[in-house]
């Protein structure tokens, strides 16, 4: 089934300043009712008003403040405000589902930017009745303005108006089911919201590749579009775009067959639309809800959904979805044989499908695209013969100058020659000096790379001693089977370390962050080894807070006091680890951490336990650590991890990953298996990196229940 995309364009002269800060609700209506204020200031605190608290969620409400604006606007006579008004009205209007209504105030918007000279406000309205033309099924004229936002864009450099326009056409694109044309438009506008940072506008054009990959079958790749897309609008809070989100998730899984995904997600999305007053969000969940009972058979339950987002449909006259929803209506009236009304769902279907592929629209499209060509074309090559002159102007300047100037550089130049000749005779005596000085570098670089080239090998050889230490990977595939282990020192040889010791009725696994990297690290990493292997395998302990109280008196042991002849060396070393440690005695899983928690993913939600506030080694004030006990549930997935992946500084900022954007990564790749998660961990690491430096190793341990 065609999917369908719900975009409104938030194009307000005061966008960037609304969703770019918070503001206080009663502030600005403090600002708005204070008739000492200049009127701009007045006029700007109502427009924050509506768009941070009415617009999208209580859009009814937002209409009569809107009034408002526009009224005092106009009473002042602020063609700039007016303006601004009228936008939003517009906007508010096409989410209320009076599409008609709408294209009377961007005609209006239009006007009056045209008339003050604005014509970025003249390409964003182009650009939102393109929108609603699109809805309308009027595909031809979508193109036509969408064309016109494209060209004002460009000439003014409007980056980010172009990827608007770009991303808009691609979407007509697909429902011509021109799948190859809308993808191209699509990557053209992410790489322009990328270099923007617009998030929201990556959130969204991530949306549409998704679409694409789920209209062409390709269901796996469009899931992950679509996870993206969503932890985006997680991130910056989006509850309209989380919505949309949610519907495509559900006829995602609606393709898939999981229909009880389905209806999740469709509900979760339908509840949302419905809150926020979005006629267009409640039609196309009802719609997807219709198809998923559809294809579980329960036809009574798909009319009804259908037929109400029937009569939405054609309220707000969006044709694409009168057609979708028809085809559904007829299948259902079909299969319990009520043949009229089925009838009569099949020739409203077929007249919409008609209407949308009509010859007209067609031509429309690939007249707009040669158009535009041509007109880029043309601009090329008057600019190409505008350089063109320049260059032979120049020409000719360059030649009065170097008839000018040659006289003066042949003077010039056999003063050089004099002066070159004297330091000539200079040069060859110091050549003699540094040649000997040369020949006692070279001598000592000799040594240092030798030096060099022994401390390598000695390091390389300790990577092999200490991989020999670490559980090896059979073993870890023997005891388990479903796991992972993600282990990328920053340096040859490393601190952080992953361990595994096999009880008669239980296994004990952890992961540790030893102080330092590199050498140090590694030196530490050997002594804390050795002192949980004692504890274990010597003293008896079992439970992991008992392991790690024993452990840390090991580990004060091996860095305490020495003897140097007769004399005691005080030794307050404080070096150490962090670690989380767990055992597995059937579903029965007891933990115990020092700084490092224990993350458990049960049906993509994290179950975090946190970690005793000390490390492994001298510390003031040390307590006996806690163990804490979890009953696992078939699917639970557990991560250990080091601190090494959140630190990681990368992406376009420069930053550190952090652990939000860690979880929200986790839980996107539940449904993989550990060998692909590993797989994808690697590969968001090395992404997010970049060519910046790896700070600090990692190490991280998963295994599925």
């Known amino acids: 089934m065609k999917k369908f995309f719900y975009i409104i364009c938030l194009c307000a002269l005061f966008s960037n300043d609304v969703y770019g800060q918070k503001y206080d609700k009663d502030s600005l209506w403090g ?65 209320l589902g009076d599409n008609n209504k709408a294209i009377e105030y961007f005609e209006e918007t239009m006007a009056i930017d045209y008339k003050i000279g604005d014509i970025k406000g003249v390409s964003a ?32 450099g409007d980056k980010q108006g172009v990827g608007s326009a770009l991303n808009n056409m691609g979407i007509v694109y697909e429902l011509m089911r021109d799948s190859e044309n809308a993808l191209k438009n699509y990557k053209k506008t992410l790489i322009i919201r990328r270099e923007e940072g617009d998030n929201e506008g990556i959130s969204s054009c991530l949306n549409n590749i998704g679409i694409v990959y789920q209209n062409r ?79 579980l058979g329960n036809y009574k339950k798909s009319i009804e959904l259908s037929s109400e987002a029937l009569e939405i449909a054609k309220e707000i006259k969006v044709l694409e979805l009168i057609k979708d929803v028809s085809r559904i209506l007829y299948r259902s009236q079909k299969a319990i044989g009520n043949n009229g009304p089925a009838l009569e769902m099949f020739e409203l279907y077929i007249s919409m499908r008609d209407s949308l592929n009509s010859t007209q629209n067609q031509k429309a499209l690939i007249q707009r695209e040669m158009q535009f060509e041509y007109e880029k074309e043309k601009v090329i090559i008057e600019k190409e013969n505008e350089r063109k002159r320049a260059i032979a102007e120049k020409e000719k300047e360059k030649e009065k100058v170097f008839k000018y100037s040659l006289g003066i550089v ?179 899983l007891t933990y115990a951490g020092a700084y490092n928690p224990l993350w458990i993913i049960r049906n993509n939600e994290i179950l975090e336990f946190k970690a005793d506030r000390q490390a492994i080694g001298l510390i003031d004030n040390p307590k006996a650590f806690k163990t804490v006990t979890v009953e696992l549930e078939k699917g639970d997935t557990i991560y250990l991890f080091s601190d090494g992946f959140a630190d990681q500084f990368g992406g376009e900022r420069g930053k550190k990953y952090k652990y939000k954007p860690f979880k929200n990564f986790l839980i996107s790749l539940q449904e993989y298996s550990m060998k692909e998660q590993k797989e994808l961990l690697l590969e968001e690491f090395v992404k997010w990196r970049g060519n910046l430096e790896q700070v600090d190793d990692v190490c991280m341990m998963g295994i599925r229940f």
């Open 31 to 95: 600002v708005w009712q204070n008739d000492s204020e200049e009127d701009t200031t007045r006029l700007r605190a109502l427009n924050h008003y509506v768009w941070n608290f009415y617009l999208f969620v209580k859009t009814d409400s937002a209409m009569h403040f809107l009034q408002i604006q526009y009224d005092y606007a106009q009473k002042v006579n602020s063609l700039k405000f007016k303006g601004v008004a009228s936008n939003s009205m517009g906007i508010a209007s096409s989410i």
């Open 125 to 156: 309205s182009f650009n939102n009745l393109g929108i609603i033309y699109k809805e309308q099924g009027r595909y031809s004229e979508a193109i036509d303005v969408y064309g016109k936002s494209l060209d004002l864009a460009d000439s003014i």
């Open 217 to 295: 079958k390709d269901l796996k790749t469009a899931l992950k579009y679509y996870k993206e897309s969503y932890s985006y609008k997680d991130t910056i809070n989006d509850l309209s775009g989380i919505s949309v989100s949610y519907n495509n998730f559900g006829t995602l899984y609606r393709d898939m067959g999981q229909y009880d995904k389905a209806l999740y997600y469709l509900k979760k999305g339908h509840d949302i639309k419905l809150a926020i007053g979005d006629k267009k969000g409640v039609l196309m969940s009802l719609n997807g809800m219709g198809s998923v009972y559809y294809y």
């Open 410 to 588: 042949l003077f010039l130049v056999v003063l050089f020659l004099i002066f070159i000749f004297n330091r000539l005779k200079i040069t060859r005596q110091k050549n003699s000096i540094i040649e000997e000085q040369k020949g006692e570098v070279d001598k000592a670089f000799s040594i240092l790379e030798e030096k060099n080239q022994e401390i390598t090998d000695s390091i390389t050889y300790a990577k092999r001693i200490q991989s020999a230490i670490l559980p090896s990977d059979d073993l870890i595939k023997e005891l388990m089977p479903s796991s992972f282990v993600f282990y990328k020192p920053k340096d040859i040889i490393a601190g952080d370390f992953y361990w595994l010791e096999p009880l008669d009725d239980s296994l004990l696994f952890a992961v540790a962050d030893c102080t330092g990297h590199g050498v140090p690290g590694a030196m530490v990493s050997v002594v804390s080894i050795n002192a949980l292997n004692r504890s274990v395998r010597e003293l008896g302990k079992k439970e992991p807070g008992e392991i790690l109280d024993q452990t840390r008196k090991i580990v004060i042991q091996e860095f305490g006091n020495r003897a140097q002849g007769d004399q005691i060396i005080k030794n307050e070393v404080k070096d150490g680890m962090d670690i989380a440690l767990c055992r597995l005695k059937g579903n029965t």
